[in-house]
């Protein structure tokens, strides 16, 4: 196998990657949702990428521990160290408890990640369950490097070296992100520990040598990460966003906990944004699109995932209807690629067929091995691309150039899917046509009824019957349907995204 090479965000450059300590394996904390609305699209690019990177350490042979948090307080509106914590303005503007706020988009994020073939992270960290270890570590902290204010507790950032180093500036531009706050020394100093304000009593709120209130949102990373993954670590990720304050918060916060320069993980890596036509997609806008969005709209999640993977996560990627779909048509073609190779392998047929699920990618690539001879060069082009600072772009064409190569067996190819997919999640072996219809939630037409339609129409256009063809389209329409006319595949409708 090639040696893994990762960009290092910390350094601004490639380096190759070994675990810190082999016995324990690749140790990863991934920064994870503020649980206080839906995730939208591109929130999700970052867990796809995080999950490309964590299939790939498993590619590599790396025993993995993964934690990914949750934040169900402290994150503010501002997203850096004034406004509203997050949680209790949804729970206000909502009407509801922050615990039931908390816990209803846990769950849509966690469904989230399960359309998006997202493997389980080894633990799933909640910030309020670690307040005890928060307010340890701001004591541990405080004498040396906090001041308080009326406030709250915050860091004095001039007490550690070279803050800032991420985020790769200290020019007023990131300064301008952070709103001021009476009586900071500096206008990077961030909140460790917020006071209750006079007179009003949050939903979430705790006792503290600081006074009654919350912690800081950056404090939760800090904490979490060393309870369950130890200092240093591996890796550490997130959004290219969390690169300009959240992370340098983070590090500064560990260089002041471990009395040392360590920055808390070896590599930090960040994926760069996804972007529609007016910017970067973002939930202060009041508008944005989710994952469930698409479903409804017909469109089966994984083409969301190819379409992430079709970039390099470092890469801005532009969301739109149009590309989209041809991520979809994409996964459409490669889905019926590994049909025909599933019904050309006879003596796979059964346990590839409807027990596929049961069998499990590991006794799918055991029986695959045993009936078939390898492919050393494809496999060594394959695991080059990804070795290469997760080249998912190549990677998917290597892999798409093999499965269409007529010179190898059915078996040849069907193997190497089996094996490949484990990286690149896209669930091949499981996957069918059927699946991939566009299904619009509010079509009223079932698949069956539409599929008779569809067949009345060509029929009529094969006569040159054009006035009952169009007559057709339009009662097709009418009902949701919205016919994909030199669809090359001939599958289905265009979502109405």
Not at 187 to 212: C, L, T, Y
Request: hydrophobic share 40%; glycine share 6%.
């Amino acid at each position: 196998m090639s040696g893994l090479t990762l960009y290092n965000s910390l350094t601004r450059s490639l380096e190759p990657f070994a675990p810190l300590d082999p016995e324990k394996g690749v140790r990863v904390y991934s920064c994870g949702p503020t649980v206080y609305n839906y995730a939208h699209l591109g929130n999700l690019r970052a867990y796809v990428f995080t999950d490309t990177l964590s299939r790939v350490l498993t590619w590599k042979g790396y025993p993995l521990t993964h934690v990914i948090n949750i934040t169900d307080v402290g994150h503010l509106t501002s997203d850096a160290d004034a406004g509203d914590d997050k949680m209790e303005a949804a729970a206000r503007t909502q009407a509801k408890s922050i615990w039931d706020i908390a816990a209803h988009y846990t769950a849509a994020f966690k469904q989230n990640v399960a359309d998006l073939n997202i493997r389980q992270p080894s633990r799933w960290s909640v910030a309020t369950d670690h307040i005890e270890e928060m307010l340890a570590f701001a004591k541990q902290i405080a004498p040396g490097h906090c001041y308080e204010l009326d406030t709250g507790l915050y860091f004095d950032t001039s007490t550690v070296a070279d803050y800032g180093r991420l985020a790769g500036t200290q020019d007023d531009v990131r300064e301008g992100r952070i709103d001021p706050v009476a009586g900071k020394r500096h206008p990077q100093d961030f909140a460790i520990w917020r006071k209750s304000p006079p007179g009003e009593q949050r939903q979430m709120e705790w006792d503290s040598p600081w006074g009654k209130g919350a912690p800081g949102w950056h404090l939760e990373c800090s904490v979490m990460s060393l309870k369950y993954l130890g200092a240093p670590f591996d890796i550490h990720t997130g959004g290219i966003d969390h690169r300009e304050i959240h992370h340098p918060n983070e590090i500064a916060q560990n260089q002041a906990f471990c009395g040392c320069s360590d920055t808390g993980a070896h590599f930090w890596m960040h994926n760069n944004f996804l972007v529609d036509r007016q910017g970067k997609m973002s939930k202060s806008k009041g508008g944005f699109t989710t994952l469930q969005s698409l479903i409804d709209a017909g469109v089966h999640p994984l083409a969301y995932r190819l379409l992430c993977m079709q970039a390099h996560y470092r890469s801005e990627l532009e969301f739109s209807a149009d590309n989209l779909a041809a991520a979809l048509t994409r996964l459409k073609r490669l889905v019926g690629l590994v049909e025909q190779l599933r019904q050309s392998a006879p003596a796979m047929t059964e346990w590839l067929g409807v027990e596929v699920k049961k069998a499990g990618w590991a006794t799918i690539v055991q029986a695959l091995e045993s009936n078939t001879q390898r492919l050393p060069a494809e496999y060594a082009a394959f695991d080059r691309a990804i070795s290469d600072d997760l080249n998912t772009p190549l990677a998917l064409s290597i892999f798409e150039g093999v499965v269409r190569d007529r010179s190898l067996s059915e078996s040849q190819r069907l193997e190497f899917v089996a094996r490949c997919d484990t990286t690149l999640g896209l669930s091949l072996l499981e996957l069918t046509r059927e699946e991939l219809r566009v299904r619009p939630a509010n079509a009223t037409l079932t698949p069956e009824q539409i599929d008779d339609r569809l067949v009345e129409r060509q029929q009529a256009r094969v006569v040159k019957d054009f006035q009952r063809s169009d007559t057709i389209r339009d009662e097709l329409a009418a009902a949701g349907v919205e016919v994909m006319d030199g669809d090359p595949l001939g599958w289905d409708w265009k979502p109405a995204l």
